[in-house]
């Protein structure tokens, strides 16, 4: 599995970016995929995740109403829309292939790690 995100950026408070997870190697489409995030200073934690179908999603509580996580199964990717952006979402944001079919939030599931991408929203 080798994943990729891209999608971050500078951004204004309020503004939106939509973050990306391409598996290249196309062999986490029967896997949960879930997006975490690492700001400075701070443990990594998780934001979203999605089931294998794509009709279950998790999402921490300091995301929820503002973040949106999906699949396009024959693209092979995850996506993150972040609308909203507040300061306190600047981190390097990861994603993840679980090795469950249902996203679960925290990352002992979770076998497979892209590379970060890093959102930076300036106040």
């Known amino acids: 599995v080798q994943l990729q995100a891209s999608g971050g950026g500078l951004v204004q408070a309020g503004g939106s970016l939509r973050l990306s997870c391409r598996d290249s190697?196309?062999?986490?489409?029967?896997?949960?995929v879930g997006w975490f995030r690492q700001a400075p200073g701070k443990e990594r934690e998780f934001v979203a995740g999605?089931?294998?179908?794509?009709?279950?999603?998790r999402y921490a509580d300091s995301v929820k109403g503002r973040f949106t996580i999906s699949r396009d199964v024959a693209q092979n990717t995850v996506y993150l829309q972040m609308n909203s952006l507040e300061p306190g979402d600047t981190a390097v944001y990861y994603c993840?292939?679980?090795?469950?079919?249902?996203?679960?939030?925290?990352?002992?599931?979770?076998?497979?790690w892209g590379k970060g991408t890093l959102v930076t929203v300036s106040s």
């Open positions: 993840a292939s679980n090795r469950l079919s249902q996203p679960t939030t925290t990352s002992e599931f979770y076998r497979y």
């Open positions: 190697k196309r062999t986490f489409s029967n896997n949960a």
């Open positions: 999605i089931g294998w179908r794509g009709s279950t999603t």
